[in-house]
């Protein structure tokens, strides 16, 4: 079992920069594949961007490539999601997620097995 917790979340202006962390539980955090979703009201839950076990491989969204970046310290049980370049359609409650140990990476929600509970992104412009 893996509990994520998310933090991070606010207020920033178009233009301006957020960092995201997801802290995880437990002491196999090395073999989850991570990934971060997010759901703006009304919409369903998208694909943000993923990293896989072994932090060698990333996968974005074609709508944040270049923009947010996703990185890993597995000595910290950490996955961040650096955030640049904001737009107000950023806005969304951003969650964190965790797949199944040594697994791939998927785009659709329903192959993640773990979430946290949200952080809220509010973007003005």
């Known amino acids: 079992q893996v509990q994520l917790v998310e933090s991070g979340g606010g207020l920033a202006q178009a233009g301006g920069s957020l960092r995201l962390s997801c802290a995880a539980s437990?002491?196999?955090?090395?073999?989850?594949?991570m990934g971060w979703f997010r759901q703006a009201p009304g919409t369903e839950r998208e694909f943000v961007a993923a990293i896989s076990w072994s932090g060698v491989s990333t996968y974005y969204t074609d709508s944040v490539k270049g923009r947010f970046t996703i990185s890993r310290d597995n000595a910290k049980n950490t996955v961040y999601l650096q955030m640049n370049s904001l737009k107000p359609e950023d806005t969304a409650v951003y969650y964190c997620?965790?797949?199944?140990?040594?697994?791939?990476?998927?785009?659709?929600?329903?192959?993640?097995?773990?979430w946290g509970q949200g952080t809220q992104v509010t973007i003005s412009s």
């Open positions: 437990g002491r196999t955090f090395s073999t989850y594949p």
């Open positions: 997620t965790a797949a199944q140990p040594y697994g791939g990476i998927s785009t659709r929600d329903r192959n993640w097995t773990y």
